[in-house]
C-alpha cells in the first residue's frame, strides 16, 4: 500500500465581513489594534481555566480591538467555543501559526495573551507584544 | 515491609523458558479513578489519594472482594510526574492539609503503607517498597501470587500532575546545565521518549521508506478508541477526535514530533486485582489468566539510542514473551502496545510481529483498516493518546477484550489472548493475558 499522505493547506479562519472589520484588513491605512488570545490556563472556557472571561472578550472587542484565538485546540474547537459564546472573532489558529494572523491583519500593535512559554516564544518570534493572563493586561480593557 | 530489591520476582533474562505460574495466577478486578486534567489543589475528593483508594474499591467491588481478603498490596511509589517536575509533581512548599493529607503522601505520592493505613487494610502481608511503574509491577503481583507471597493482591499506579509544567521543573526548569548535565541534558530534558526516540524513527523512515505523518492514521485511531473508552480523558473531557488536517498542521514539539504525537500528562489511578487461578473461580467476574511476564532494563551505549539496538532490544522482548508463554505471533489476539510517543510503537508491533507486520511494514500497515470492528483491531485500547497519560488503559481494555465486555471498543475478530505493556524500547516490561488458563 502506498504510504505518505498530502500536506493540507495552511489553515486560517477567512474573516467574516463584520462591520468596521474590513478597515485592518492589510492595504487600509485605518490601523486597529489586535489581540490574540490562547485558550488553555488563558480564557475561562480553558483547561485549566484562565483568568479571561467571555464578558471580558466581549469588552475588549467593543473596545475596537480585532480579536481571534491562536491554541493547540483544532481550529474546529476554537470556531465551536466561539459559536457557542456568541462571539464572532476575525481568527481562529494554531499556536504556531500567528504570523498569519500578522500577513492578513494591518494592525498598530499586535498582542498575544497566553500562559505558558509556548505562547511567549510564539508571540515574540512573530513580532507580538506578549502578555502572561495576570493583571499586566489590565491596561488592554481602558479605552483606546 | 520487603524491599521490592530483596524479591528475586523478575523474568528479565533469556532462555527462562515457560512461566512456571502459566495460567495459575489470574486477574478478577479492575478500577479507574475518574482522569483529571490536574488535581486543582482544592478537593479533596480527588487528590491522588483519593483517587486511589477508589481505584482499589473499584476493583474490589468487581471482584466482589472485601477488605480484609486484602493481603497483598502492590503500589508504585514514586512520582509519574518526574523527580524533577518542580510544581507539576510537588505540593510543598505550599502548606499541607489535615491528616491523611500532611505530607506529600496521599497528595502527589502514594504508597503501600498509606493505602493500608487509609483503607484499613489489616491482614496484609506482602506490601514491597521501592516499586516501580505499572509495566514491571504486574509482572511483581503475578509473579508475587504465583509464589505463594500473598493471595490476593491489590496493584495500584497512581498518576498524578498539579500546575505547572510537566517535568520541566528543578533541574530541567535551569537556564544552564550544571556539572555532568552538560553532556548529559544540555538542552533541559532528556529523559522522555520524545528526544530519545525521534533519532532511530527518523533512522526508520530513512531504512524502510515512509515520513513521519504517515502515523497520523494510527493516531486518529487511538484517539477513536479513545473516545469507546467510557473511563478515559478524551471521552470524559468530550475531546474533539483529531483528522489528517489537524495533524498534519499540529505544532512541531520536536521536529517531526508533533503535538498529537504526545500524550496528555492527568492525575488519575488505576487499579488491578491479582488472585489464584483457584480463587478466581468463586470471584465475580471471569478471570483473566496470565500466561507469562517479562521485564528489560538494556544497558544503553550511550545516551542517544539508535534503530539497530531498539531492534534488537524489542526483538528479545518478544522472544522472551513468546518464550515465557508458549505461544506464537499467531496465536495474540488482543495487542496493546504503550504509545506515550506515537513514534516507538512500530518498533513493538514490527518485534511481536502480530498479524503478521514484519520489520519496515508498520507504517503501511497503520494505512489500512486498524479500527476495533475491522480484521486488524490494533491498540484497541485507545493508549494514552486516547485515554490520557494513564499508563494503564494498554492493560483494561486488555482484561475487557478478554472478558467480551469492552462494549463499543469490543473486537469483532477472536479475543482469547492479549499482550499489553507500559513501556520504553530499552526499558519497561510485557504481559500475556489469556482468556483460558491453557
Request: charged content about 20%; some cysteine.
Amino acid at each position: 500500500m502506498e504510504v505518505g499522505l498530502h500536506r493540507a493547506a495552511p489553515i486560517l479562519t477567512i474573516p467574516l465581513p463584520l462591520k468596521g472589520r474590513e478597515a485592518n484588513i492589510k492595504g487600509d491605512t485605518s490601523l486597529a489594534k489586535l489581540i490574540s488570545f490562547d485558550i488553555d490556563g488563558t480564557l475561562e472556557t480553558g483547561d485549566p481555566p484562565g483568568r479571561i472571561t467571555m464578558v471580558m472578550v466581549r469588552q475588549v472587542q467593543a473596545l475596537g480591538y480585532i480579536i481571534g484565538s491562536c491554541s493547540d485546540r483544532t481550529v474546529s474547537h476554537q470556531k465551536r467555543m466561539w459559536q457557542q459564546h456568541g462571539i464572532e472573532v476575525a481568527f481562529t489558529v494554531l499556536k504556531h501559526r500567528l504570523d498569519e494572523v500578522k500577513a492578513q491583519y494591518a494592525a498598530e500593535h499586535y498582542v498575544h495573551i497566553g500562559d505558558t512559554n509556548m505562547d511567549k516564544y510564539h508571540a515574540e518570534l512573530h513580532g507580538f507584544t506578549y502578555y502572561f493572563p495576570d493583571n499586566s493586561i489590565d491596561h488592554l480593557w481602558e479605552p483606546i | 515491609m520487603t524491599n521490592a530489591n530483596d524479591y528475586k520476582w523478575r523474568r528479565d533474562k533469556d532462555g527462562m523458558g515457560v512461566w512456571e505460574h502459566r495460567g495459575k495466577v489470574a486477574i478478577v478486578g479492575q478500577g479507574h479513578s475518574p482522569v483529571d486534567r490536574r488535581w486543582d489543589g482544592v478537593s479533596m475528593d480527588k487528590t491522588l489519594g483519593a483517587y486511589s483508594m477508589l481505584a482499589c474499591q473499584k476493583a474490589m467491588d468487581e471482584a466482589g472482594v472485601t477488605a480484609d481478603q486484602i493481603d497483598g498490596v502492590i503500589c508504585c511509589d514514586s512520582h509519574i510526574a518526574g523527580p524533577s517536575g518542580g510544581s507539576a509533581s510537588k505540593w510543598a512548599p505550599r502548606p499541607y492539609f489535615a491528616p491523611p493529607y500532611d505530607s506529600e503522601w496521599g497528595l502527589t505520592l502514594v504508597n503501600a503503607q498509606w493505602l493500608i493505613k487509609n483503607m484499613g487494610l489489616k491482614n496484609v502481608k506482602f506490601a514491597p517498597t521501592g516499586l516501580p511503574t505499572i509495566s514491571e509491577m504486574v509482572g511483581m503481583a503475578a509473579q508475587a501470587v504465583g509464589d505463594g507471597l500473598c493471595t490476593t493482591c491489590l496493584m495500584i499506579y497512581p498518576c498524578g500532575n498539579l500546575e505547572g509544567r510537566y517535568r520541566r521543573g528543578g533541574e530541567n526548569a535551569d537556564d544552564y546545565a550544571k556539572g555532568a548535565r552538560q553532556w548529559t541534558v544540555p538542552w533541559g530534558n532528556h529523559g522522555g521518549n520524545d528526544f530519545i526516540n525521534i533519532f532511530p524513527h527518523e533512522q526508520y523512515c530513512r531504512k524502510y521508506g515512509g515520513q513521519h505523518d504517515d502515523l497520523a492514521p494510527f493516531v486518529i485511531n487511538q484517539h477513536k478508541n479513545g473516545m469507546l473508552t467510557p473511563w478515559g480523558f478524551n471521552a470524559t473531557h468530550g475531546i474533539d477526535p483529531i483528522t489528517v488536517d489537524d495533524y498534519v498542521n499540529s505544532r512541531f514539539i520536536l521536529r517531526p514530533l508533533r503535538i498529537w504525537d504526545c500524550d496528555r500528562p492527568v492525575q488519575t489511578s488505576t487499579a488491578l486485582l491479582f488472585t489464584t487461578a483457584d480463587r478466581a473461580k468463586d470471584m465475580k467476574q471471569k478471570p483473566v489468566y496470565v500466561l507469562n511476564h517479562n521485564q528489560y532494563n538494556f544497558k544503553k551505549r550511550s545516551t542517544q539510542e539508535s534503530l539497530d539496538e531498539i531492534e534488537l532490544w524489542t526483538d528479545t522482548a518478544a522472544k522472551r514473551m513468546y518464550e515465557g508463554a508458549g505461544l506464537q505471533p499467531k496465536d495474540v489476539d488482543i495487542f496493546n502496545p504503550y504509545d506515550g510517543y506515537s513514534i516507538m510503537t512500530q518498533f513493538y508491533l514490527e518485534a511481536f510481529q502480530w498479524h503478521g507486520v514484519k520489520r519496515g511494514d508498520a507504517l503501511k500497515f497503520y494505512a489500512g483498516d486498524i479500527s476495533v470492528k475491522g480484521p486488524h483491531p490494533f491498540s484497541s485500547s485507545g493508549g494514552n493518546l486516547g485515554t490520557g497519560r494513564t499508563r494503564s488503559a494498554m492493560y483494561t481494555d486488555s482484561i475487557e477484550q478478554l472478558r467480551g465486555t469492552a462494549g463499543a471498543r469490543q473486537v469483532t475478530v477472536r479475543a482469547e489472548t492479549a499482550l499489553a505493556a507500559f513501556t520504553t524500547p530499552s526499558n519497561g516490561g510485557w504481559i500475556m493475558l489469556g482468556k483460558h488458563p491453557s
